[in-house]
């Protein structure tokens, strides 16, 4: 088999460890790891904070295969991709292979890694020709260094925030093409309250409430933009550091109080939401709406 050949990947081990340390998401775990198994390319599509490189990380750890990770933004050229000639060595000594530094593409190719590239609609266009040639070719010529060959375990994954200002459109339909789709959205609220539990360890009730107010912000007639699942996270950590400094002690016969909830919410969540245009009150004031609202629904006083 040549160099070139994209290789099987362990898809069962993939998703044992995905099974292991993603909640829920199995269908997604078992959909993404069959496609790069396959061999092929994929596009994560899902709001910020949805479980995308959790769960990649979980699969590339189950196949066994590194995991190299890029952000994708305005400043990601196809130098800062690919590598680089370290510019003092090559006044000194010349284009020499040894004075390429490589970038988390060529590293990626050449290691056989996962390459997760995130945020990827706002790859500059000529990056993303990079990596369409690298995704039609498993190899790239890189001048003044040569050819670099992809090894079979090599893959790229790009995730995408499809309500970014920024556009999918930006995407050429080539890259589409040549990738899978698979889509993350958010969660249940079972899901929700498993994620918050497992990464805060906090109270049910006080868990509770913040999964609640988080997912209220998400269809909020003042709110554009609501908070993923890391505001509801946060308001659990903050909450409970809050009552440290305060003395208060939190137990199932003493939930958390109400202005320390509230002051935790405040913090955690204010700065991850946007107003809706002509909204007529401070965001402060919508959140706190909020958070009482998702207590009262809970049933509290
Ligand atoms: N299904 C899940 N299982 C376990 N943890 C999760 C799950 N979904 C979200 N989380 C937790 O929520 C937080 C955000 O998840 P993650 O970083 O994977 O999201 P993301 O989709 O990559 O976000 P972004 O688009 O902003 O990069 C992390 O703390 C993660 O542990
Ligand atoms: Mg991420």
């Not at 390319?41 to 189950?62: C, I, Y």
């Not at 670099?148 to 459109?169: C, E």
């Not at 659990?236 to 009552?243: D, M, N, Q, S, T």
């Amino acid at each position: 088999m040549s160099t070139t050949t994209a290789q099987r990947l362990d898809v069962t081990g993939m998703v044992h460890v995905a099974r292991a340390r993603v909640v829920a998401r199995i269908r997604e775990a078992e959909v993404v790891a069959a496609a790069l198994s396959a061999g092929r390319n994929v596009l994560l599509e899902g709001p910020p904070g949805t479980g995308k490189t959790t769960l990649l990380r979980s699969l590339a750890d189950g196949a066994g295969v590194p995991l190299v990770l890029v952000e994708g933004n305005a400043e990601l050229t196809p130098t800062r991709l690919v590598g680089h000639h370290d510019a003092s060595r090559v006044l000194t000594e010349d284009y020499r292979p040894e004075n390429f530094v490589p970038g988390p593409l060529t590293r990626a190719m050449t290691d056989g890694a996962i390459l997760y590239v995130e945020e990827f609609n706002r790859v500059p266009e000529e990056t993303m020709n990079v990596l369409l040639g690298v995704l039609s070719e498993r190899e790239m010529h890189v001048p003044r260094f040569g050819r670099v060959t992809a090894r079979p375990t090599f893959r790229l994954v790009a995730a995408m925030n499809p309500f970014d200002a920024v556009g999918t459109a930006r995407v050429t339909p080539a890259l589409y093409d040549r990738s899978c789709r698979v889509a993350m959205g958010y969660q249940d609220e079972p899901a929700e309250l498993a994620v918050v539990a497992a990464a805060t360890g906090g109270p049910e009730g006080l868990v509770a409430q913040a999964v609640r107010a988080v997912r209220i912000t998400r269809d909020h007639a003042e709110l554009r933009i609501g908070s993923s699942v890391r505001g509801a996270i946060d308001s659990v950590l903050i909450a409970l550091e809050l009552a440290t400094v305060r003395g208060q002690a939190i137990s199932p016969a003493h939930p958390v109080e109400d202005t320390t909830g509230l002051d935790a919410a405040l913090a955690a969540l204010t700065g991850k939401v946007t107003l809706a245009d002509g909204a007529a009150r401070p965001v402060e004031d919508v959140v706190g709406d909020i958070w009482r609202r998702a207590g009262e629904e809970l049933g509290k006083a």
